[in-house]
């Protein structure tokens, strides 16, 4: 499982719309419009790396409403829950 | 229930450990060691907005490791499995 | 009530116009053309958190001569005649 | 009455303090800890454009914990109760 | 008296023009053409406070060949004649 | 006649001095501690271009509470009162 | 195979040392010495994604000489040798 | 041989087309499109620093997709199976 | 004589036709496309400081393929042949 | 014959003297301390390519006033008095 995170600056008159849309590409499994400089993040977990380039490039990116997106991925899962198993877990011990 | 996104950089030689401690401040749901200009992303859930100068400024900014933070706090949430519900759920309707 | 500050960048030649159709925002308290980076401040009082997505997503970056937002929420409020009542005060013991 | 926005990057581990302080100095109406690229918002409501030098380069910006500043000074406020009075209000109209 | 230093970055086939028609505006003493980031810098000398935002929104960040402008305002002016008179010179003594 | 702009940002907590030390140096017509990114601005009269390096150089940014300045050099002056005698006055015309 | 890019700035005066270190790193190809605004650029080849916490954060952001990196991952890559098996390889197909 | 790095922004609707015809120009070895601030990097293999200007700015700056281009340029390679030879090896001493 | 560097961002697919043309503009002694965030630089050597504005405001940033420029100014030219004359020289001893 | 220019900021007291030390640098044309951003410009002709790293790595960015650098290095050479013989002239023409 990789985690990715996605900065999204959105058309102004098309945020709502274009969250909307961002949470229905797969892979996305939630998207929040937020304060700041960017307008929008989208949490994406991917069953795999090679998911990323068309979830991200082929479909998220393609969507009418973004301006401009930058994409985080995530190295290592540190969740408290896990935490317990030592220190941070690595990606591929995640469920 | 209020999402934070909270986008952090961190000293170079104390990422994982920095990531471990912001995974054991309250409210913290997941923490990732990133890729690009920041190092280290915090999904906050808080029960309710006024729990965030508590947690953010309160505990998250005071750990040791810390050098910068940006805040990003959730106007929207937009889930998948919460879409069929209409356009884009309030936050109030939130679970 | 919770306190937002949204900076605004306008069209150089609605300045005026813009400011006087954002201080008919609901929950819009006191609109400033202002020196700077940025060319109007507005400050929002919302009744609750909750309000935030509809007002400044739904209206407030609607209007036509807006060009680019960027939106600080306040943690905590900091008013000089509340502070005897002891170091800040957190914004649900505000009236 | 002249307003002025300044926003303040404080220290880290004084972002509380420094904001308590803030709302001490004379003028300062208003003191937030906000999200964002900024730690503190301060809303100064000054009598007249000349105390701005004392306030702001004498008091605000020699606090211990105030890292860097930038003073915003309004051109115009534009306040719903005032509009009513014609389109945007000038300073010297102002009560 | 108020001084305010407005910088401007002008259309790349006008600046000649677009400094001519500055120097024409009200209250503006001098305008260069400059070397650097920006393209013009406006030399300012207002009666009052309240006039900053006649010349400066309704007029000068109006002329045709303006893209971006940034109205820096002087707290206090500290002119070597002054001095004498003590340790740099609020803008009320000023003449 | 050669004029020349500097913006200058100073130590937080010598402003003033270092202002009043600005305006002490040869050539230095006025100085103004300003509003927005910059702490203050210098205005510089020099005889000749030659003059340059000596007074920024080898003075002004020598100053004990100096800390970044950017010098933007006039092309051409472009003062009202001149403008009658043509479209903006060359240097060399200059008194 | 995972393709990361990693753009490093270095000590000054420990370059050339910096970037022989960065060379010794597992899974590290290449490392240059690079004009512009970053000073090293290394291009990585992991076996895994799970590979780059361990070589990014846990050991080549430790090397004494490094002041700020920041890693691009290869979504795909695009050799011309690969290209003639269609548009663009997905990574899972990469040898 | 020379070594040239080019970062690329690209057209959002474009990137695998703008790489896969990034990967067709002469002397590029590898093209990949990547998270962060920019969409794709191209390695490029230079016979001699005499062959840049012409595949830089002669094809690869004008393909139909490119918005945005920084060229980095390789100094000194440190590829480990070279580093036994000595610290570090001179471009003149590669393969 | 003085010596100005100008920094040109060009058209992508008009550099060479551009770097050409600049090198036709009076007083342009020599002119590079180069690497960087920069597409030309262009070298000055003006008889007088007053030629100046013609040569850069008036001929070189009219050129058509232009999109931004930043002039930079020579203080003092440290030629190494000169440099057995005293320390650095100052532009008036120059030939 | 290779042309090299780098932005050089330097210490602010040490400015003169950083010049002077760049000026006798091998393969240093000449020096100019400037207006803008940057604080000192140097021009290198560099008899191959694989000169760089030792002048601009090993010398240049060594010297003791220097805090950042940015090298830039020329694709084309556009001389007025080359260009007769053709559209801009490849370097491998040059004397």
Not at 2 to 9: D, G, N, R
Not at 27 to 34: F, L, M, P, Q
Not at 57 to 68: C, D, E, Y
Request: net charge negative; charged share 20%; hydrophobic share 45%.
């Amino acid at each position: 499982m990789v985690t990715a995170i996605v900065l999204v600056q959105a058309e102004r008159l098309r945020i709502p719309e274009t969250a909307a849309e961002l949470a229905n590409v797969t892979h996305v499994k939630e998207v929040y419009s937020v304060t700041g400089e960017w307008d929008i993040v989208a949490l994406l977990r991917l069953p795999s790396y090679e998911d990323l380039d068309d979830v991200v490039t082929g479909q998220l990116r393609r969507l009418p409403g973004i301006m401009r997106t930058q994409t985080m991925l995530a190295f290592r899962t540190y969740a408290p829950e896990l935490l317990d198993q030592g220190f941070g877990v690595g990606l591929n011990e995640q469920g």
